[in-house]
């Protein structure tokens, strides 16, 4: 059985379609993310399952049972918020036991105590139980709202870019503890990001929209190497995937993508390569292998280093450009230098230039 | 450096005891002369003190029941601000927060309603109280008052609704509060400075009024405070000195209010709620 599963639900305001005929499953135990870029539509889906707005059709079901039509305070679901909204009026003790006061029947004063004590020393937040939310830090408040989600042991969690008013270094902290919280407890949770490494790392399955449409519903992994369309191609991922615009040209056995750089062999891609239309290709930096060649027309123009890695990117003659992601170890090129280029035909991502769909990939 | 502030601090200081004088000034003035002897209130020239201060005055309205009056006051303003202020927030709760049909023809009504004077609505509003039969009861002046008040506390308590963040009313939702239990736990609790705000201004009005507590009671048993003081401008003559000594009584129940209440003006009560 499903935890959570959207049948056909849209929402507009207006003229506005926030969510157009969301089909969506949760799995029991699942983490699921929701990522896609500002006004793609994840909140709207999160308000939507916990019952903050109403769906203009469509049917939300939570293990099974049809709450399109139930107010928030029937789903049993908990919410963590993108601004916590820790209740100001009161201590972080009453604020993780508001839950469990709202409760009918409610629970003995006793057993909300042992309950509340007993998640704040999972959280390491027994210290500040007494203390008012705005005399504790963001990362504190942070998981205070973690903690009152968590002391009603929820069917479904959902958190609505929880880490997004952290600073860098805690959220990864967080991103880390919040996994290991899921390992732990074992609920379903539901999680709201705009941060593609943050879906990545966290998500068994990672669903990525876009105006207000789900593009693709896949496990990591599926996601960046088998992007359905461009557009997923492009939103996930560090940094921005090279697309060649070309189309296909076959050369005995082995087929080779025709494009503004020349020839690009591309193996044996899986997939039916019997298209004749206008396509393109996306190739991730870290797929575009870079080697020194001074009587190449091609020009590095810019080498970034972050660390780990150099981002090099490369202008051809007609201004198209490539980024390549190399090791700043092993590559000698400097800016200005002149280049040739190989791709990794096993992470080549061949689309259909018209719609953006993907045809077939490398892999 | 130094000099300049300070002698910026002293120039303000200046104008708001020149502000201060000339708010206080009647009241001053009135205090010092509910502290002379009858004959010496209206001589001329008149005196900034009194010589011999007297409260003899003071004596003689509490002797003709002025605190009764007080009482009948005090409940009748206590049932208005606490039925005005139940009825306000949620008719502002609903409008801040609930797209109904007929939401903005409501706001426009309210807002209508309160520009009609209240002179204009006495004799309609006197022949309804005694159709009722609340002529000359308490229940009549505290149902006129709330009726008269409830749209400015509608839209008071409406625009403080509206200036609270609304996860913290989705989070209550989402914890498993009804919207009622939402408005008493999360909503009321935060609107204090503003529940306050409107508490004071009813109060101020249903504690003053004179004209509505004239034309709807006439007995006694039922006569408000300033009712009461308006006789002593009536049969005998204006007798000035109970006049302007339960004038000054009238006014310390107010202030009193007031100064007890002030630390919920300061707001800030929502600081530290929502984030970013
Ligand atoms: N209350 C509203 N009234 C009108 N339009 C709205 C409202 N809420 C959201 N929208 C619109 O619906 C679309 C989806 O919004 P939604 O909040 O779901 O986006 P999101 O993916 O959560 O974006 P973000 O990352 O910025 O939070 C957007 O175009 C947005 O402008
Ligand atoms: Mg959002």
């Known amino acids: ?363 | 450096m130094h000099g300049l502030i300070l002698r910026r601090r002293i120039g303000r200081g200046l104008v708001n005891l020149l502000i201060a004088g000339f708010a206080l000034f009647p009241i001053l003035w009135g205090l010092s002369s509910s502290l002379k002897p009858t004959e010496r209130i209206v001589e001329f020239p008149p005196r900034l003190l009194p010589d011999e201060p007297t409260l003899e005055h003071y004596a003689r309205i509490f002797q003709d029941d002025a605190a009764f009056y007080i009482l009948n006051s005090g409940l009748v303003s206590a049932a208005t601000v606490v039925l005005t202020l139940i009825l306000g927030a949620l008719g502002g709760y609903a409008l801040a927060r609930y797209d109904f049909r007929g939401r903005s023809l409501t706001m426009m009504a309210t807002v209508a309603v309160m520009s009609i004077p209240i002179a204009s609505l006495l004799v309609p509003t006197f022949t309804l109280i005694s159709v009722l039969g609340l002529y000359d009861t308490r229940l009549g002046l505290v149902l006129l008052y709330t009726a008269y008040q409830l749209p400015a506390a509608i839209w008071m308590l409406y625009g403080y609704f509206m200036s609270l963040p609304v996860e913290l009313e989705n989070a209550a939702r989402v914890d498993g509060c009804s919207p009622t239990r939402t408005l008493r736990k999360v909503v009321l609790p935060l609107s204090k400075p503003g529940l306050v705000a409107a508490a004071l201004f009813i109060l101020v009005f249903a504690w003053n009024d004179f004209v509505v507590a004239v034309t709807m009671t006439s007995s006694q048993e039922v006569r408000t405070f300033p009712v009461a003081i308006y006789f002593y401008l009536g049969f005998y003559g204006r007798e000035w000195g109970p006049l302007l000594a339960a004038s000054l009584v009238s006014i310390v129940p107010i202030i009193a209010v007031f100064v007890f209440l002030q630390r919920y003006f300061m707001s800030g009560l929502t600081g530290g709620g929502v984030k970013g």
């Open chain 1, 1 to 363: 059985m499903a935890a959570v599963s959207f049948e056909g639900v849209s929402k507009r305001y207006g003229e506005v379609v926030a969510l157009d005929a969301l089909d969506l499953e949760v799995r029991e135990g699942e983490f699921v993310s929701l990522l896609g870029p500002s006004g793609s539509g994840k909140s709207t889906t999160l308000n939507l399952l916990a019952g903050l707005m109403d769906a203009d059709a469509g049917v939300i079901r939570i293990g099974g049972r049809d709450v399109t039509a139930l107010p928030p305070e029937r789903r049993d679901i908990a919410m963590v918020f993108q601004n916590y909204a820790l209740y100001p009026h009161l201590t972080v003790f009453e604020n993780m036991a508001f839950p469990l006061e709202a409760r009918k029947p409610k629970p003995a004063a006793s057993a909300i105590r042992a309950k509340v004590e007993q998640v704040a020393g999972v959280l390491g937040i027994g210290m500040l139980l007494a203390r008012y939310p705005k005399e504790i830090s963001g990362g504190q408040q942070q998981r205070v709202a973690l903690g009152r989600a968590m002391v009603r042991d929820p069917t479904v969690f959902l958190l609505d870019e929880p880490l997004s008013n952290l600073d860098a270094r805690l959220r990864i902290r967080m991103r880390r503890d919040l996994k290991a919280l899921h390992h732990a407890i074992g609920s379903t949770i539901v999680y709201v990001t705009h941060d593609q490494a943050e879906a990545m790392t966290l998500s068994s399955r990672i669903a990525v929209f876009d105006h207000g449409r789900l593009q693709q519903y896949a496990t990591p992994a599926e996601i960046y190497d088998r992007p359905a369309n461009v557009f997923v191609a492009n939103f996930v991922g560090d940094r921005e995937t090279n697309f060649l615009d070309g189309s296909l040209s076959a050369e005995g056995e082995e087929l080779a993508f025709a494009s503004a750089l020349g020839r690009v062999p591309l193996g044996r891609p899986r997939g039916a390569l019997d298209a004749r239309g206008p396509l393109r290709l996306g190739v991730r930096p870290e797929a575009v292998g870079v080697l020194p060649d001074p009587d190449a027309p091609l020009r590095v123009t810019l080498a970034e280093l972050s660390g780990a890695d150099l981002f090099l990117t490369i202008r051809a003659a007609d201004g198209l450009e490539v980024v390549a992601r190399a090791d700043p170890r092993a590559t000698r090129v400097a800016e200005g230098d002149g280049v040739r280029l190989a791709f990794d035909p096993s992470r080549l991502h061949l689309f259909d230039a018209g719609t953006g769909v993907a045809i077939a990939h490398g892999t």
